[in-house]
């Protein structure tokens, strides 16, 4: 078995746009270049976002691109059980307390505001209360449980929990399982090595190292690109309806993904396979710009959206 599994892992609020395109696109370069795997999970674990009909568009992006997959694709959507089994775990751990907390009881509570949003001040963390459907999970965590960790292109980085993530949640009062839980569990189940994704999710990385390490799970490698963003400094996304990627010929998004990841320009007029082989062989994560976030004005992003 190779030791090098990698994965792209879209939520199906949407076709792909060239933000995912060059997530997708890097992914799969890093994966390839080491003989490695790609597989492609599709996070639809919050059922209210997902749009009908998106996944197949985004399957079908893909392998109009070029970035074939292997293996099944994973859908978080039928893996409720699994979720539901490492909490179980964390709570056999004594990881995990109910909360009873009305939304109109945090706001007043005036919680400070961390990257996560709010700051659980853990009114219910020593109350005891009994799991009961209706009641959210949180996860206790120590004030002082600070997480490191040395990201592939941005370095090292650190976080304390305690005091910017706080009690978070993982599975809401209405039973829906939180990204960070799901992520944490099917990258353990893929036996996924190397995690390449936007620099949207790096302050995320901590409280996922922390899941890993308390369900046992070893911890992949981090590399968090740079983020695509419009000419007003937001980041490309499904969100903010950034335009999907142009139909028919594959080729001008591909170069433009690969002019954006600072990789050398294949020659014009090879088929879209003889380019990808070339951007494999070619493939350098040293070239890759580091900053978390970065313009690009070119013809694709500029195209209007629907
Ligand atoms: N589903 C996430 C997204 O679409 C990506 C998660 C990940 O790569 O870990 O932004
Ligand atoms: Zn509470």
């Given at each position: 078995?190779?030791?090098?599994?990698?994965?792209?892992?879209?939520?199906?609020?949407?076709?792909?746009?060239?933000?995912?395109?060059?997530?997708?696109?890097?992914?799969?370069?890093?994966?390839?270049a080491a003989g490695g795997r790609w597989l492609l999970r599709i996070e639809d674990?919050?059922?209210?976002?997902?749009?009908?009909?998106?996944?197949?568009?985004?399957?079908?992006?893909?392998?109009?691109?070029?970035?074939h997959w292997d293996g099944e694709v994973l859908r978080q959507s039928r893996r409720?059980?699994?979720?539901?089994?490492?909490?179980?775990?964390?709570?056999?751990?004594?990881?995990?307390?109910?909360?009873?907390?009305?939304?109109?009881?945090?706001?007043?509570?005036?919680?400070?505001?961390?990257?996560?949003?709010?700051?659980?001040?853990?009114?219910?963390?020593?109350?005891?209360?009994?799991?009961?459907?209706?009641?959210?999970?949180?996860?206790?965590?120590?004030?002082?449980?600070?997480?490191?960790?040395?990201?592939?292109?941005?370095?090292?980085?650190?976080?304390?929990?305690?005091?910017?993530?706080?009690?978070?949640?993982?599975?809401?009062?209405?039973?829906?399982?939180?990204?960070?839980?799901?992520?944490?569990?099917?990258?353990?189940?893929?036996?996924?090595?190397?995690?390449?994704?936007?620099?949207?999710?790096?302050?995320?990385?901590?409280?996922?190292?922390?899941?890993?390490?308390?369900?046992?799970?070893?911890?992949?490698?981090?590399?968090?690109?740079?983020?695509?963003?419009?000419?007003?400094?937001?980041?490309?996304?499904?969100?903010?309806?950034?335009?999907?990627?142009?139909?028919g010929d594959p080729r001008p998004a591909l170069h433009e993904a690969l002019a954006?990841?600072?990789?050398?320009?294949?020659?014009?007029?090879?088929?879209?396979?003889?380019?990808?082989?070339?951007?494999?062989?070619?493939?350098?994560?040293?070239?890759?710009?580091?900053?978390?976030?970065?313009?690009?004005?070119?013809?694709?992003?500029?195209?209007?959206?629907?």
């Amino acid at each position: 078995m190779s030791p090098y599994t990698g994965r792209f892992a879209p939520s199906p609020s949407g076709p792909l746009h060239f933000g995912s395109l060059v997530t997708a696109l890097a992914s799969w370069l890093d994966a390839r270049a080491a003989g490695g795997r790609w597989l492609l999970r599709i996070e639809d674990v919050d059922g209210p976002r997902t749009v009908a009909g998106a996944e197949a568009l985004i399957l079908a992006d893909l392998e109009r691109h070029g970035l074939h997959w292997d293996g099944e694709v994973l859908r978080q959507s039928r893996r409720t059980a699994v979720y539901e089994a490492a909490l179980a775990q964390l709570q056999a751990a004594g990881r995990l307390y109910a909360c009873t907390c009305s939304r109109a009881r945090l706001a007043a509570s005036g919680a400070a505001s961390g990257p996560a949003g709010l700051v659980y001040p853990g009114f219910c963390r020593n109350a005891g209360h009994a799991q009961a459907p209706g009641r959210a999970l949180r996860l206790r965590i120590d004030d002082a449980m600070t997480v490191g960790f040395t990201d592939r292109l941005q370095g090292p980085q650190a976080q304390c929990l305690g005091r910017e993530v706080g009690d978070h949640v993982l599975r809401r009062a209405d039973g829906l399982i939180a990204y960070a839980l799901a992520v944490v569990v099917d990258d353990g189940a893929q036996g996924v090595t190397h995690v390449v994704r936007g620099a949207d999710l790096l302050t995320s990385t901590p409280r996922q190292i922390f899941l890993q390490q308390q369900l046992g799970l070893p911890q992949p490698a981090y590399l968090h690109l740079p983020l695509v963003t419009d000419a007003r400094g937001d980041k490309l996304s499904k969100l903010t309806r950034a335009p999907p990627l142009p139909g028919g010929d594959p080729r001008p998004a591909l170069h433009e993904a690969l002019a954006f990841l600072g990789q050398p320009q294949p020659p014009a007029g090879l088929s879209a396979t003889e380019l990808l082989e070339r951007a494999v062989r070619a493939w350098d994560c040293n070239s890759l710009p580091a900053s978390p976030g970065r313009t690009w004005a070119g013809t694709l992003t500029l195209a209007t959206g629907p």
